[in-house]
């Protein structure tokens, strides 16, 4: 049985420019004391054609963790521009949040992420040359992906993520769905038992909710 238990993800500061840092209070509850730290890491996947353009944009450990509910906010700078090919600055990409114990990852959740102009005549007529200060950031708030893994809680590996899943990430984005290119009009049937998704209500539209209010089993 697991420790952990996200119970609930808030995106804040949402839509927001593309240099703003990212921002996200997360709630957890702790069934019992855990003697080391919870290490949460915050992924932006540059690209879908290639995990080389992966950036963590930070990481974290809270610990020791003791029994009950916690809340904290997870902010994180903007990824490193020089680092996104220059075809994927603009359109649908992802963000990942990974929590692991002792080496293991035992869950992560993403959210699909739409870059795109707020001037609809760049929106019309884009530059050749991204301009990433006139870009808006929106993550769908409304529409998580939860995917939990198994771990053995009392001896786990130190190194390595120890759950026996390796470089998966963007295909676990993808189960029950479409590409991250086609993210935006993605409806995820939840028949994985590993996988949460939340609903999406009005298309484009939910991207403007930002409280999930979910309550995620991990």
């Given at each position: ?6 119970t ?144 053995n ?7 390595g ?8 990430h ?24 590993n ?17 999930n ?6």
């Amino acid at each position: 049985m697991a420790k952990v238990h996200i119970t609930n993800v808030v995106v804040l500061d949402n839509p927001s420019s593309f240099f703003n840092p990212f921002q996200f209070e997360l709630t957890f509850e702790c069934i019992e004391e855990l003697k080391e730290d919870l290490e949460w890491k915050m992924i932006y996947v540059g690209s879908a054609e290639s995990e080389e353009h992966d950036q963590v944009l930070d990481t974290i450990y809270v610990g020791p963790v003791p029994e009950g509910r916690h809340i904290f906010v997870f902010q994180a700078d903007p990824p490193d521009v020089s680092k996104i090919p220059e075809p994927d600055a603009v359109g649908v990409t992802i963000v990942l949040l990974t929590c692991s114990y002792r080496g293991q990852e035992f869950v992560r959740v993403g959210y699909y992420v739409n870059n795109d102009y707020a001037d609809p005549e760049m929106r019309e007529n884009p530059p050749t040359k991204p301009l990433f200060e006139k870009l808006t950031r929106n993550i769908l708030a409304s529409k998580p992906r939860v995917t939990r893994f198994k771990i053995n809680w009392d001896y786990g590996h130190i190194n390595g993520n120890g759950n026996g899943v390796e470089n998966g990430h963007q295909e676990d984005m993808a189960t029950d769905g479409p590409s991250t290119s086609e993210a935006a009009s993605v409806v995820v049937h939840p028949e994985d038992d590993n996988s949460f998704a939340m609903p999406m209500e009005n298309g484009i539209k939910a991207l403007n909710e930002n409280s999930n209010s979910l309550a995620m089993e991990c």
